[in-house]
Structures are given as C-alpha cells and as structure tokens.
C-alpha cells in the first residue's frame, strides 16, 4: 500500500478523470465507429482508450490498488483498496452524438466506498465526495432537493441495453410519469445520480445497474444527504441490481409506488394506439 489514506485520494482521482475527459472529448469532435458487445451494448475506441489511461494512472499512482473496470481492466490482489472505474458512462449518447457523459471512478477501502469522482467533459463539471466529508460539484457543497411531494418531482431512470425485452421498467417509467412531473433518461447512471445530489433530480431508480455505473455516484449521492436502498428500502449494495436513490423526502412514497407495481395494483391501463389515434382530435 501507499501512504495514500482515502481521505487523500479525491485530487488524484479528479486528475486522471479530467485527463480521461479530454482523451474522451477528442474522439467526441471525431465521431467513431460504433462496435457492439451485446445486440444493444454499444462500446467504441474512446471506452477502451480512456479504460486503458486510467488503469495506466492507477498502476503508476497506486501501485497496491485493485482495479475493476467496465471494459476489462481487473487487478485483484485482495488489498485494501478498489477502484470502480467507468471509462465512459452513456456511450449510447456518446456514440450519437449527445452530449451527456460521463467518467465515474471510485475507491472502497476495506469494502466501504471511501471516494467518488464523476465528471462530466462537456459541462466541465466535476462531481466529488469522500466518506464522511460531503459532496461538491465545482468545489461547491451540494445538497439534494427539498421537494417532499412526488407529484412535484422529476425524476430520472434508466434501462438496460442487455435482454431488454425482459426488462419491466417501462411500467415503473409509465407509472412514475403519470404521478410525478415527469421522468427523464437521460442515458448516464452516474450523472443520474449526480443529478440527484445536486437536486436537479429529486429521485432516480434503475434496475441491474453494475457496479461501475454505480460505486461513485452511490456516494455522491449519499454524501449530498440523500438516501439510497433497494426497491424495498434495503440497504444499496454494488452488486444488488436494484437502486433507488432520492432526496430521502419522497423515498417511501418511492417505495410504496413500487410494491404497488411490482404487485400489479393501481396500473394505469396503457391506451391502445387505435384507440388513441381515435381519441386524439378531443
Ligand atoms: C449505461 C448508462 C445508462 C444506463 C445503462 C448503463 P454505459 O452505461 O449508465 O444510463 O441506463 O444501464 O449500462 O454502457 O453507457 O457505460
Ligand atoms: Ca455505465
Ligand atoms: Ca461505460
């Protein structure tokens, strides 16, 4: 181990995600070829090369550290420390030109997430925390919103790019529309959950997240005041597969929403589009 204590480890951190940032914005002005992991999963050249300069940063800075990293990067020799390193969140986005993405990197020591680093190259917006310590955007505190009732929340979501058809998010999206002001997917987990940190969202959930996507936005959020469990208020754990993260205000009302679904009960009935194509001159 180095003398690194994890309190150290956020100037690091925000050093090597704003030189993947660059690396990842020069291929952003390029446009490059999209390949595919899975029928759905884009990956292109910018994952792999941002991959590959942050596993180089922590082998030289951190020699003692573990590495897990989305595209392939592992380093597991059961030290103390790990890092989750997401070289480029919301590639779909990336790929088409969108410009909402991300680089999120994290570091647990002894299994607790001790940092988190998210930032956001096209708004240069740098998103940090450390255990204990609370959560800044910019160097600024950030605190999650105040909004105590769901049917004035916006709300962001997510779905996967893997066996989508088996996913039932789209009945938690057409429910959580229809009782809120409104839910966004915008294609980044991390940033999802930034966003919640920094109150511009007041929730966010998303089924079979890894990870990657999820270990410094977690803490962001976290740090920010904010609560974070499983679909049933349990506690979040990286490989749970389910996240629900809030002001901490609206999360059992959440909660509630979501048994009710899971349950069947309640469902707005979705209109057929000939009815709806009937309908729609009233
Ligand atoms: C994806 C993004 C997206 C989420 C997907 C993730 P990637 O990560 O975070 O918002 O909905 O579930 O896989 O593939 O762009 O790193
Ligand atoms: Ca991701
Ligand atoms: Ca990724």
């Not at 066996?163 to 002001?181: A, M, W």
């Not at 597969?241 to 009960?265: C, D, K």
Request: with cysteine; hydrophobic share 35%; glycine share 10%.
């Amino acid at each position: 181990m180095t003398s690194s204590q994890p309190t150290n480890l956020v100037p690091a951190m925000e050093s090597i995600a704003r030189e993947a940032g660059s690396l990842v914005m020069s291929y952003f002005h390029q446009r490059v070829n999209i390949e595919y992991k899975g029928d759905a999963d884009l990956v292109t050249v910018a994952d792999r090369k941002s991959e590959a300069l942050i596993l180089e940063r922590i082998r030289q800075q951190f020699p003692t550290h573990d590495v897990m990293g989305e595209e392939g990067a592992r380093i597991d020799s059961g030290g103390d420390y790990k890092w989750y390193v997401d070289p480029l969140d919301g590639t779909t986005n990336f790929a088409h030109g969108f410009p909402v993405f991300c680089i999120s990197l994290a570091v647990e020591c002894r299994g607790q997430r001790a940092a988190g680093v998210v930032y956001d190259p096209t708004r240069e917006e740098m998103f940090t925390a450390e255990l204990g310590k609370g959560a800044r955007l910019n160097g600024q505190t950030i605190h999650v919103s105040t909004t105590s009732r769901l049917a004035e929340c916006l709300v962001g979501t997510g779905f996967p790019s893997h066996k989508r058809h088996k996913s039932p998010n789209i009945y938690f999206y057409h429910q959580i529309t229809l009782r809120t002001h409104g839910v966004r997917r915008a294609g980044s987990a991390a940033l999802d959950l930034c966003n919640v940190a920094c109150g511009r969202f007041d929730a966010f959930w998303e089924f079979n997240l890894n990870p990657w996507d999820t270990a410094a936005g977690v803490l962001i959020a976290d740090e920010a005041g904010g609560r974070v469990t499983n679909f049933s208020g349990g506690p979040f754990q990286l490989d749970s597969r389910e996240t629900l993260a809030s002001n901490g205000l609206v999360h059992e009302a959440l909660i509630h929403e979501f048994q009710e679904i899971f349950a069947g009960r309640g469902l707005e009935e979705l209109p057929s589009p000939v009815e709806y194509a009937k309908d729609r001159a009233t």
